[in-house]
T-cell receptor
Framework: EDQVTQSPEALRLQEGESSSLNCSYTVSGLRGLFWYRQDPGKGPEFLFTLYSAGEEKEKERLKATLTKKESFLHITAPKPEDSATYLCAVQAEGGSEKLVFGKGTKLTVNP | DTGVSQNPRHKITKRGQNVTFRCDPISEHNRLYWYRQTLGQGPEFLTYFQNEAQLEKSRLLSDRFSAERPKGSFSTLEIQRTEQGDSAMYLC????????????FGPGTRLTVL
């Protein structure tokens, strides 16, 4: 069964203190790995899709990377407005359209 | 606002009652998905439609749950005989079939079953 594990569960950073979030996954065949941001009481906001090992994507202070077993979301010089829960999800090859999500990492950036 | 919209945003009901939620996808999107999210968990897939056809259903979708998308535009999710365990955020997402890799989520409907 496809599975996604995210770590840490929660991360507290000072403004400007760079760090990384981890997403480990097991899937029969990876069609895509997705990163979403979710603010309290709101739906997830799409950030990135990665497809194959070695791929990287960037958006402002965020950079996502992918290996055969895990993905990292690197946050460079974070600001308080980056505080949110970051969700990782995978979609498997084979015809299913469902995304399988991890539990997320709750990021707090203090000013 | 051209995003995915969901109504109502909040619903409180008593155990045993039926509830119905509505999702309006982004206008040109032909795929529509329903997910459920409980506190501290990631979203769990329930079902998805391409146009009006329901193409995939999760084992989580018990026979008390039914979803429709009659004209290939908006969708409804009905829960019959609600149970306390149904309390959750119900999320709707939409995408284009040719851009399956970008599912855009709505704000969700929070259901509380007393």
């Amino acid at each position: 069964e496809d599975q996604v594990t995210q770590s840490p569960e929660a991360l507290r950073l000072q403004e400007g203190e760079s760090s990384s979030l981890n997403c480990s996954y097991t899937v029969s065949g990876l069609r895509g790995l997705f990163w979403y941001r979710q603010d309290p009481g709101k739906g997830p906001e799409f950030l990135f899709t990665l497809y194959s090992a070695g791929e990287e994507k960037e958006k402002e202070r965020l950079k996502a990377t992918l290996t055969k077993k895990e993905s990292f979301l690197h946050i460079t010089a974070p600001k308080p407005e980056d505080s949110a829960t970051y969700l990782c999800a995978v979609q498997a090859e084979g015809g299913s359209e469902k995304l399988v999500f991890g539990k997320g990492t709750k990021l707090t950036v203090n000013p | 606002d051209t995003g995915v919209s969901q109504n109502p945003r909040h619903k409180i009901t008593k155990r045993g009652q039926n509830v119905t939620f509505r999702c309006d996808p982004i206008s040109e999107h032909n795929r529509l998905y329903w997910y459920r999210q409980t506190l501290g968990q990631g979203p769990e897939f329930l079902t998805y439609f391409q146009n009006e056809a329901q193409l995939e259903k999760s084992r989580l979708l018990s026979d008390r749950f039914s979803a429709e998308r009659p004209k290939g535009s908006f969708s409804t999710l009905e829960i019959q005989r609600t149970e306390q365990g149904d309390s959750a955020m119900y999320l709707c997402a939409s995408s284009l079939a040719i851009r399956w890799n970008e599912q855009f989520f709505g704000p969700g409907t929070r259901l509380t079953v007393l």
